[in-house]
């Protein structure tokens, strides 16, 4: 019987698989027969490099997801810098309508007035 142990590949017989199993960080795969052996070494000759591939990517994963998660927290602090603008904005356009309509308010009571004291210098005279 073959057992393979991780990157280890040796036959062994029943009795000895059971004492390498300890040794080994994954489960031993057994193989039926020493024929199917260069399938699957085949099969790791292909699986080696793509998880290789993976692990990388995996990596590169972490680190764009790290600055992605920055980036969020730093366009989170901007949003939230553009809604206290924004209100400040649309409290201060409502200030500016009330001080526009106190100054129209203003100068139609001044002209009231000019009017009033206009009319009235006449009857200083009688």
Same mark, same amino acid.
């Given at each position: /019987?073959?057992?393979?142990?991780? &990157?280890?590949?040796?036959?062994? +017989?029943?009795?000895?698989? +059971?004492?390498?199993?300890?040794?080994?960080? *994954?489960?031993?795969?057994?193989?039926? &027969?020493? &024929?199917?052996?260069?399938?699957?070494?085949?099969? @790791?000759?292909?699986?080696?490099?793509?998880?290789?591939?993976?692990?990388?990517?995996?990596?590169?994963?972490?680190?764009?997801?790290?600055?992605?998660?920055?980036?969020?927290?730093?366009? !989170? *602090?901007?949003?939230?810098?553009?809604?206290?603008?924004? *209100?400040?904005?649309?409290?201060? /356009?409502?200030? !500016?309508?009330?001080?526009?309509?106190?100054?129209?308010?203003?100068?139609?009571?001044?002209?009231? @007035? *000019?009017?009033?004291?206009?009319?009235?210098?006449?009857?200083?005279?009688?």
């Amino acid at each position: /019987m073959i057992i393979i142990l991780g &990157s280890i590949k040796a036959f062994c +017989y029943t009795h000895v698989s +059971y004492v390498c199993i300890p040794f080994c960080k *994954e489960p031993p795969l057994f193989l039926s &027969s020493p &024929s199917t052996l260069p399938t699957h070494c085949r099969v @790791a000759k292909v699986v080696a490099p793509k998880k290789a591939r993976l692990k990388v990517a995996n990596e590169e994963l972490a680190v764009a997801t790290k600055e992605l998660n920055a980036k969020r927290a730093n366009l !989170k *602090e901007v949003q939230d810098k553009l809604a206290q603008l924004q *209100e400040q904005f649309e409290a201060n /356009m409502k200030k !500016k309508a009330d001080l526009e309509h106190q100054v129209d308010l203003c100068g139609k009571k001044l002209d009231r @007035a *000019e009017k009033l004291i206009g009319g009235l210098g006449g009857e200083k005279d009688r």
